[in-house]
Nanobody, 116 residues
Framework: QVQVVESGGGLVQPGGSLNLSCAAS????????MGWYRQAPGKQRELVAT???????TYADFVKGRFTISRDNAKKVVDLRMYSLEPEDTAVYYC??????????WGRGTQVTVSA
């Protein structure tokens, strides 16, 4: 069974930091772009950041230099380091793995809550 599993969410105060990590199962052999999306209550899911197999990154405008995405191709892991978190960053964060020959794989999500 192919799957991706997120970890690292939690509760943090405004201005704090969190690191999210996502691991793809070993049987996913055709990984291309990996990325993070988020969905806040009552809102649509939106892109946060993506990174290609060659390391090219894309960020949403709201990231404003506060987040950094990275990946380890050998380990099939993609990380998202988040700094200067704001209450507006509160959402469920989802890992997405795009595949060359098959449909995307999504994780179940990890909750990030930014609150005093």
């Amino acid at each position: 069974q192919v799957q991706v599993v997120e970890s690292g969410g939690g509760l943090v105060q405004p201005g704090g930091s969190l690191n999210l990590s996502c691991a793809a199962s070993r049987n996913i052999l055709d990984i291309s772009t990996m990325g993070w999306y988020r969905q806040a209550p009552g809102k649509q899911r939106e892109l946060v950041a993506t990174i290609t197999i060659y390391g090219r990154t894309t960020y949403a405008d709201f990231v404003k230099g506060r987040f950094t995405i990275s990946r380890d191709n050998a380990k099939k892991v993609v990380d998202l380091r988040m700094y200067s978190l704001e209450p507006e960053d509160t959402a469920v964060y989802y890992c997405n793995v795009k595949r060359i020959y098959r449909a995307d794989v999504w994780g179940r999500g990890t909750q990030v809550t930014v609150s005093a």
